[in-house]
Structure formats: C-alpha cells, structure tokens
C-alpha cells in the first residue's frame, strides 16, 4: 500500500527553527510536495521537490532524499502567523497525489 | 489568489437524501478535483476530471458521481447521503497532470449528514 507519514503535531518557539519531517513509501514518484493549511481554510501550496538536495524559499527550504523516501520542511525566524498544518504530499506513478495527515504546528511566544 | 468557489459553503443533510455540491473556477484550468478531509486522515481523492465530459474515479469513489458539462464547474453528488460521508470537501483545480502539478484549493464546504 501507499504511505505518507508525518508528525501529528509539532511545538515551537516564536523565532526560532522547527523541522517536519515525511517519510513515504508510494508506487512510483513524481515529485513531492509540501502545503500549509491554517486552521478552517484551504491548503496552498509551498514547495515542491522531485530532485534530491534543497529548495530554499524565504524563510522556508524543503529537502528530498528519494534513496531513503524522506523530506523535510524547515521553517526558520518562526511568527506567530506560521501556527498551521503542514501536509506532505507525493505524487505516485499515476500523478495522483497521495497525502499524509498533516502535522499541526503550534508556536508559542 | 486562483478563482475557485465552492457552494454551499456548509450543508446540514439528512441520511438517504441527495446533496450535490458544487464547484466553479474561472482559470480555465484542465484538470478539476474532489477531496474530503477528515481528522487523522490525509486529502483523500474522490474523482477528479481532466476535461469536459472526462471523469475518473479517486481512491475513495464509493457513493459519490461526478459531472462535468462546462471546464469552469465541476459537480459532486451524494446520491443518498450517509453518515460517513459527513467531511469537509475541497475542490482543487491544476493547469496540467504532469509531475509538476501544483493544485489550488476552494475555500471547502463542510457537509453535516444527520
């Protein structure tokens, strides 16, 4: 079966760095994405990695390891506004996208 | 922001009666799709379409139909609604189904089933 895996929830203080992780195991990959979702709203869109290393964006760089199926979202110079769920998303062999639960991230003044 | 609406925004049912919902976009994107979001479970596919008059089924179809007339409106209909089918439901919309897929969600419409 296909899997995405992810903290269920996460902690940390405002401005500091947080690291969510995702591990996968899916049938085929074409890329892995990364969305945040605030509470009560839709998800948009973050980042996305389908080679190996790290994309920077701002204050928020994702990474991808495909040999080990695993990737991380590191958020740094954290604000209160970056309380949210992160979801981990791949997209399998068929180019549907396969989503983890989230994790949702909490930040504490 | 991409123009994607969603109606009606909540929805209380009851069991065994009909529900459609309703979604509309003015990107004139390809590719349309169905999610439910539910706690402890990732976005779970329900159908998606890739043109008009051109559905398929997502990994969690059962019970659900899908229409597409026009490229801007993508209708989900319960046809006999249930309990386990009270979610949350995002429609989201992409340009193409290749690898990079970046998919823009609507504003989501949470469905009540009594």
């Known amino acids: 079966g296909q899997n995405i895996d992810q903290p269920t929830e996460m902690t940390a203080t405002e401005g500091a760095i947080v690291q969510i992780n995702c591990t996968y195991q899916?049938?085929?990959?074409?890329?892995l994405f990364w969305y945040q979702q605030h509470a009560g709203e839709a998800p948009t869109f973050l980042s996305y990695?389908?080679l190996d290393g790290l994309e920077e964006k701002g204050r928020f760089s994702s990474f991808l390891s495909r040999s080990k199926g695993y990737s991380y979202l590191l958020l740094k110079e954290l604000q209160m506004k970056d309380s949210a769920s992160y979801l981990c998303a791949v997209m399998d062999s068929n180019y549907q996208l396969i989503w983890g639960a989230g994790t949702k991230l909490i930040i504490k003044p | 922001d991409a123009g994607i609406t969603q109606s009606p925004r909540h929805k209380v049912t009851e069991t065994g009666t009909p529900v459609t919902l309703r979604c509309h976009q003015t990107e004139n994107h390809r590719y349309m799709y169905w999610y439910r979001q539910d706690p402890g479970h990732g976005l779970r596919l329900i159908h998606y379409?890739?043109?008009?008059?051109?559905?398929d089924k997502g990994e969690v179809s059962d019970g659900y139909s899908v229409s597409r007339s026009k490229t801007e409106d993508f209708l989900l209909t319960l046809e006999s609604a249930t309990s386990s089918q009270t979610s949350v439901y995002f429609c989201?919309?992409?340009?193409?189904?290749?690898?990079?897929?970046?998919?823009?969600f609507g504003p989501g419409t949470r469905l009540t089933v009594l």
């Open positions: 989201a919309i992409s340009e193409s189904g290749g690898s990079y897929n970046e998919q823009f």
């Open positions: 899916t049938s085929g990959f074409n890329g």
């Open positions: 990695n389908v």
């Open positions: 379409s890739y043109g008009v008059k051109d559905t």
